[in-house]
């Protein structure tokens, strides 16, 4: 069972029901994630509570001593961090470790917390008048994460929280516990004060309670949208501040004047990249003009020469989908886009892996001539899915786009600078790629979703990181002359 981590101790779940950590390869069960309740939520809650005052008057620039050091452990573990993404996750071995990366990367970032946090002020605002804007960091915060990104999504929020001088719980995806345990192990290791970081392993009763709980100031959550959704009401029916990343359905239109060569290769990797299990992987390809012939055969052919396999072995570049029901669901969403219409041009359904019998493998696919009007155009398949859809205009194409009910990413294939202009003006998405297929924004920039991809106003990363997890208070104040006189 993997244990809990509150005010500094690891500790077994008292929970009573449990979720099977399976590897998505070989259906090995590797562990079991305990789901807790309620009454141990408010355990750790305490706890965070309890180290809130002293964790706050630490100076920041202490603080991050301890991000510091993280950094450098997480450097000397990636590789077997890496390999318990693989293990947990099913993507391959290289995907995991530039996952970790991303993670470090948001640790550094929060190192610069002693220049981020900073106010502002004006003298003789009124003459004798000072007046300061200060952050002042929350209290407790809770952040929630999904399964597709076991490092690097926690790492969205745990550096930025903590250095900003708040205490938090962190509850990963019940699918894939076992990275964090181990990074919480590394965060052990800093020194950290007991009850700055806690671990609560769980499920559906962890979220609720954590939400309800009235000495939780913040929530951050990442996952689907229905989830998300979920998260952001009740915490708002709370009073609870909230930003909730949710589920997508990504776009990428290429024009007929686009380098076919290089748009095949990226797309490719997006489509397909963590075996499409990405927010930001590209799920519809609209092509305009002469682009719908040159780039569906180009990109058939990559999709087919994709290597899939155990995320561990050598060579394989794409590793399974997280379970046999997202398996039969995305295999069953690809049948439901061929009765719409489509024509799947490579069929990944029914893949078999030799050794790997077991494994919840779908190979590469591509629907061609989707119709707009089906519903798998705008439904998230969260697989290797890439369907293509054919618009006779540029105008079409962000006809199109703008009918999405999601909002993370939107990309544009061209090596016309006055149409990247106009997609960037205009697209519906909070994250733009101009000849980028996965527009991840780096750890100082914030992850920007729309639409039913976020709710909230500040979003995870950068700037926005350290305005969601402070508060701002506004001094003004006056001193009167003749008191200096005294001295
Ligand atoms: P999920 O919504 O099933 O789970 C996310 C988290 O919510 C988990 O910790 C889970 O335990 C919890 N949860 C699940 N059901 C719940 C419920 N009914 N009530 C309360 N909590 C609940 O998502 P997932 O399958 O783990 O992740 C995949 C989804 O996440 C996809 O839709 C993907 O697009 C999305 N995602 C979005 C982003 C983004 O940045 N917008 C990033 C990564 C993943």
């Not at 806690?198 to 939400?211: C, E, H, K, P, S």
Request: glycine share 10%; aromatic share 8%.
């Amino acid at each position: 069972m993997v244990p809990n981590y509150v005010g500094g101790r690891w500790a077994a779940s008292a929970a009573t029901e449990f979720v099977d950590v399976v590897n998505p390869a070989t259906a090995e069960v590797i562990a079991r994630t305990p789901l807790s309740s309620a009454a141990e939520v408010d355990g750790a809650v305490q706890a965070a509570l309890a180290a809130f005052p002293a964790w706050r008057r630490t100076p920041p620039g202490e603080r991050i001593q301890f991000l510091f050091k993280l950094k450098n452990l997480l450097d000397e573990h990636i590789d077997e961090l890496a390999r318990l993404i693989t293990v947990e996750n099913g993507k391959t071995f290289g995907e995991a470790k530039a996952e970790i990366r991303r993670g470090i990367e948001n640790v550094e970032v929060a190192c610069g917390i002693p220049l981020m946090m900073q106010g502002y002020n004006l003298e003789d605002v009124t003459p004798g008048v000072d007046e300061m804007q200060i952050r002042q960091p929350l209290g407790v915060v809770a952040a929630i994460t999904p399964f597709n990104f076991p490092a690097m999504i926690p790492f969205w929020f745990l550096p930025y929280a903590i250095a900003c001088g708040n205490t938090l719980i962190l509850k990963p995806s019940e699918r894939v516990p076992l990275t964090m345990r181990r990074a919480f192990e590394l965060l052990a290791m800093t020194g950290l004060p007991n009850g700055v970081v806690n671990l609560v392993n769980g499920g559906r009763t962890v979220v609720d309670a954590l939400i309800d709980h009235p000495d939780v100031r913040a929530i951050s959550f990442v996952g689907s949208t229905p989830v998300a959704k979920h998260v952001y009401t009740r915490s708002a029916a709370n009073g609870k501040r909230m930003q909730c990343q949710g589920g997508a359905k990504n776009h990428v239109i290429v024009l007929p004047d686009a380098d076919m060569d290089l748009a095949t290769q990226i797309i490719a990797d997006s489509a397909f990249g963590c075996a499409g299990q990405r927010c930001l992987a590209v799920s519809v390809a609209v092509t305009v003009g002469d682009a719908q012939h040159t780039f569906r055969d180009a990109i058939a052919r990559a999709a087919s020469g994709i290597r899939i396999g155990n995320g561990l072995d050598t060579g394989v570049q794409m590793g399974p989908v997280i379970t046999r029901e997202s398996k039969a669901r995305i295999e069953s969403l690809v049948a439901a886009g061929v009765q719409e219409g489509a024509k799947p041009v490579v069929d990944g359904r029914n893949a078999q892996v030799d050794g790997y019998a077991e494994g919840n493998f779908v190979a590469p696919t591509v629907l061609d001539g989707l119709p707009v009007s089906s519903s798998l155009a705008h439904t998230e398949i969260f697989g290797p899915v890439l369907s293509l859809v054919h618009a006779s205009s540029i105008d079409d194409a962000m006809e199109f786009l703008r009918r999405s009910p999601f909002g993370n990413q939107a990309s544009l294939f061209t090596t016309s600078g006055a149409a990247a202009r106009r997609f960037r003006y205009e697209a519906p998405a909070g994250n733009i790629g101009i000849n980028i297929g996965v527009a991840a924004p780096m750890a100082y920039f914030p992850f920007s979703g729309w639409k039913e991809s976020f709710f909230g106003i500040l979003h995870g990363q950068g700037r926005d990181a350290v305005e969601f997890y402070t508060e701002s208070k506004v001094v003004i104040e006056r001193w009167s002359r003749q008191e200096t006189r005294k001295f």
